[in-house]
């Protein structure tokens, strides 16, 4: 993929990069690392081709479908803003 435009900043010049990306689906996620992208070297907007993307949707059905086993896991604390209360007002 030859990027030629930023869609956020409008900036023309890009790098190869690798980087770590996050897929969601149905609330469960996978996070790839050193993923091939194109990023924006102004604002660091990241450009993936389409068949990366394909690949990484494939992945997460092989892990979360098909039961593929995997190397890490990294368990993630979510919690909702409205819950966690004003923790810097605390004297
Ligand atoms: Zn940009």
Do not use: R, W
Not at 16 to 36: A, W
């Amino acid at each position: 993929m030859k990027m030629s435009i930023c869609h956020f900043c409008g900036n023309k010049n890009f790098k190869p990069n690798l980087v770590q990306y996050t897929y969601k689906k149905d609330g469960k996620y996978i996070i790839i690392d050193d993923v091939p992208c194109q990023q924006c070297e102004y604002c660091g907007e990241q450009y993936f081709e389409a068949s990366v993307l394909k690949n990484i949707e494939f992945e997460y059905e092989a892990i979360h479908s098909k039961g593929k086993n995997i190397k890490k896991k990294l368990i993630i604390p979510i919690e909702s803003y409205t819950e966690i209360g004003n923790e810097t007002n605390v004297t």
